[in-house]
């Protein structure tokens, strides 16, 4: 097992009231990312967001040689960091936990 490199949480307010949770994630420490630039990693953004009473995650925007990642629909924020983790993992060949 190995902890995630480098993971952030922020919320948003895109629609209305509800909040957004955003989740940036990178397979790669912060100090290798090519002129210390987040889009240069093998990165993922991803929106936590309700719908229609449903809670959702998406992948909206990737790195390179990432993975896609389907819509799904989660339990809840701890559904769907597992879910986020499983992404990676499949990327970086390792099982990956919060530290």
């Known amino acids: 097992m190995t902890t995630v490199p ?5 919320v948003g307010h ?3 009231t509800e909040d957004n949770v955003f989740f940036h994630v ?7 990312w090519s002129y210390g630039i987040f889009h240069n ?8 967001y309700p ?3 449903k809670l959702k995650v998406e992948l ?4 390179l040689n990432t993975e896609k990642f389907r819509k799904a629909t989660v339990k809840s924020e ?12 499949k990327i970086g060949g390792d099982s ?3 530290a």
């Open 60 to 63: 909206i925007a990737k790195g």
């Open 78 to 89: 701890a559904h769907a960091i597992n879910k986020i983790l499983e992404w990676m993992g």
């Open 6 to 10: 480098y993971f952030n949480r922020t």
């Open 14 to 16: 895109l629609s209305g």
């Open 96 to 98: 990956y936990f919060l």
């Open 41 to 48: 990693s093998r990165f993922g953004i991803f929106n936590m």
């Open 26 to 32: 990178s397979l790669d420490a912060k100090k290798d």
């Open 51 to 53: 719908e229609k009473g």
